[in-house]
Each structure stands twice: as C-alpha cells, then as structure tokens.
Nanobody
Framework: QVQLVESGGGSVEAGGSLRLSCVAS????????MGWFRQAPGKSREEVAT????????YYVDSVKGRFTISQGNVGKTIFLQMNSLKPEDTAKYYC????????????????????WGLGTQVTVSA
C-alpha cells in the first residue's frame, strides 16, 4: 500500500502562485509514476500533470502548459506542483496520485489511471 498526503493549497488572486506538495509513504520502492489531478465542482476529475520518476519525463494537460511545473523532491517519493499565473478556472480540489510498476507510456500518455490517491487539497483562485 502507498499513502499520499498533499499540502500547499489555499486561496490566491488571479495571477498569483501556489506550490503543492505530495509525500508518498508506505510501499513506495516500486512507485515510479506520480502526478496531479483536479476536480472542480460539477465537473469530472481532470489529469493535470504527471511525472515518470525513472527518467523525469513529464506530461501536462494543454490548459496548464507554460504555467504549471511538476517536479520531484530530493528525498523519498515526493512531488511538487508549482502553479504560476493562476486563473479562476484553475479553482478545484487537487489530488496527488501514484502508480507502481508503471510503463513510461502509461504514465505520460494523458490517460493515467493511478492505483493510489491522496485526499486532496483545495485551490481557490479569485478574479
């Protein structure tokens, strides 16, 4: 089992920045794909960004390219999501997700189906 804990959400004005963190614990030795999803009220969950830990490959949904950056921490299985130039449409609950023994293609093809989920952290962007 893998446990994921997110932090760093909050409220910010449009144009501002936030940095989300996700720490994985438990049976993480085989966890090689981690990422972020978001879900706004009344909408389906959306894949935002993923990171293939084995080689640092990344995927971003088009709406966040150039504004968001996913990265890995130096210790353990920790990832970050640096969110700049935030827009009101970025308002959502953001979830960390992780998968074990993932292929690179599966991790980065925009159709990531993770095995594990965090409980989420709220991001609210006001106009």
């Amino acid at each position: 089992q893998v446990q994921l804990v997110e932090s760093g959400g909050g409220s910010v004005e449009a144009g501002g920045s936030l940095r989300l963190s996700c720490v994985a614990s438990g049976d993480t030795w085989s966890t090689n794909c981690m990422g972020w999803f978001r879900q706004a009220p009344g909408k389906s969950r959306e894949e935002v960004a993923t990171l293939y830990i084995d080689d640092g490959g990344t995927y971003y949904v088009d709406s966040v390219k150039g504004r968001f950056t996913i990265s890995q921490g130096n210790v353990g299985k920790t990832i970050f999501l640096q969110m700049n130039s935030l827009k009101p449409e970025d308002t959502a609950k953001y979830y960390c997700a992780a998968d074990r023994f993932s292929s690179r293609l599966r991790c980065l093809d925009g159709a990531f189906g993770p095995e594990y989920w965090g409980l989420g952290t709220q991001v609210t962007v006001s106009a």
